[in-house]
């Protein structure tokens, strides 16, 4: 128990271990040099120090006064501490004065023994001394309390001589130990050349995860500066069209605005003219001298206004304001069809920088489809074509494939459709089988593909499993995107917006072809699917 106090009282309370070089604050306090150092640190510039242990408080860094005496009790407290550590190990069982490190252990006495009590010991057969061991019941058979010194091949089991005669392992198939352990070593040499390998490949599986993992992130920081980069220059043109509409507006607004208040002014100067002459003719009129009346030469030219057609004042034509829009909206809204062209640009740029570059592989086409010159075209026709039937090309159905696969990247290219009827457009792997049933795209787990059949009905089908689509295509060109890390296969309908049909995702583990499906007319000649450039 005073063992334990003093250790509590050597006890730095930061690192809560034994002091090393311990110094003293003004305040009685003491701790390890490198620990109050650290503390002093962290409050320095604060203009205020204090001590982690009373909250004292100083007004420049205190000064730190070496403790010698607490540093020769730590000192002393700890090479005690491990010479009896070392002592504890395993003692002699005979020294109970004072502990002694054993030299040797006793199965048959169930005792170790310091180099004093081993020369002592007797030295007949049954006494088997082996290394210093705390566990020696272990070495004893639980039930007749004899050396274990067989093993068990049916039991798997380590037992002693009587355990083996009559015990419950009679006739027992009975090694020994040393012969059993040599067996056992060897199998586990065996499993450690195992795990070795499996150990390997986990390594590099791990190392292949954070390739991947460092390749995503850093995918993923290119996508997102790309993404702020767009968008900010989304902001900047939409701010720049929004100010220039404002402006014209305000500058339709003033224009007529003072077009306006000028025809205002003119109205209210003829306005106040009529109702001059509108109070003098009261005044004739009230007049009973007509003498007077007949001679006023302000009335001399005076006549009913519709007699003459018009106003004499403005010559028979009153300025009227304009009917219709004040503003020219047809201004307005063809600076806004600048905002279409600047969402289509960013559109058509959104997924990759331009179209794959995809050619048509002759030696994969079927012989009722003919690939035009450029290798862009495929072309359904009657007349069999007399190439090889060799086991690339497809025999059951009228596909063909690109020449180029992918295995990494996104990419993407667009399809022209000129078929009525029976069409398929997709991807596949180049293992794809060519002969049976499950040649047609989409029929096995290595394509995926959208079709159209019935005329107008959509589906998209992956290892022979079909997905309805619920809307038509009214446009004749399909787009067709692949992300092959994130294990993506998109397709879209190039209309006006642009909209998605469909999205597969798998773990792709093969290079990734373009493939085409024609299907079978009555007539031939103008139907085809065309690789867009």
Known sequence: MASAILRDELLCSICLST????VMLRCGHNFCRVCIDRVLDTQDGSGVYSCPECREEFQVRPALTRNINLHNVAERFLITQQEQEEITGICCTYCVDFPVPAVRSCLHCEA??????????????EHVLSDPSTSLEKRKCSVHKELLKYYCTQDAICICVS??????????????????????????RNVHKKLIT?????????????????????????????????????????????????????????????????????????????????????????????????????????????????????????????????????VISHTLHTLCEVISGI???????????????????????LISDDLKTATETEEKQKRPETAERFQKYNQVMSRRGFTSGRHYFDVEIRISEWWGVGMCYPSIDRRDHQSMIGNDNKSWSLWRYNYNQYLVRHDS???????????????????????????????????????????????????????????FGDTWIRICT
């Open 198 to 330: 499996k150990r390997k490949k986990t390594e590099e599986r791990v190392r292949s995860l954070e390739e991947r993992r460092r390749k995503a992130q850093a995918k993923a920081a290119g996508e997102s500066k790309r993404v702020t980069a767009l968008c900010t220059d989304i902001r900047r043109r939409v701010d720049d069209l929004e100010k220039k509409l404002l402006s014209e507006i305000s500058r339709q607004e003033k224009e007529e605005s003072l077009s306006l208040s000028a025809l205002i002014h003119q109205l209210e100067i003829k306005k106040d003219e009529l109702s001059r002459k509108m109070r003098h003719i009261e005044e004739l009129c009230n007049m009973t001298d007509p003498l007077t009346v007949l001679q006023d030469p302000d009335t001399g030219d005076l006549c009913d206004p519709e007699e003459k057609g018009g106003d004499e004042d403005t010559g028979g034509h009153d300025e009227q304001p304009h009917d219709g829009d004040d503003l020219d909206v047809a």
């Open 112 to 125: 170790s023994l310091c180099d004093k009590h081993l020369r002592v010991h007797s030295k007949s057969p």
């Open 163 to 188: 355990c083996s005669l009559a015990g419950e392992h009679r006739r027992h198939r009975v090694e020994m130990l040393d012969e059993a352990s040599k067996k056992k070593k060897k199998k586990l």
């Open 19 to 22: 002091f090393k070089d311990p």
């Open 347 to 369: 559109r058509s740029g959104i997924y990759v920088e331009g179209p794959a570059d995809i050619l048509l592989d002759v030696n994969t086409a079927s012989n009722n489809v």
């Open 465 to 523: 499993e079909e997905i309805q689509l619920p809307y038509k295509i009214s446009s004749d060109r399909v787009r067709i995107c692949l992300d092959y890390e994130a294990g993506q296969l998109s397709f879209y309908e190039l209309c006006d917006p642009i909209r998605h049909l469909h999205t597969f995702t798998a773990a792709f583990s093969e290079p990734l072809h373009a493939a085409l499906y024609l299907g079978h007319h009555s007539y």
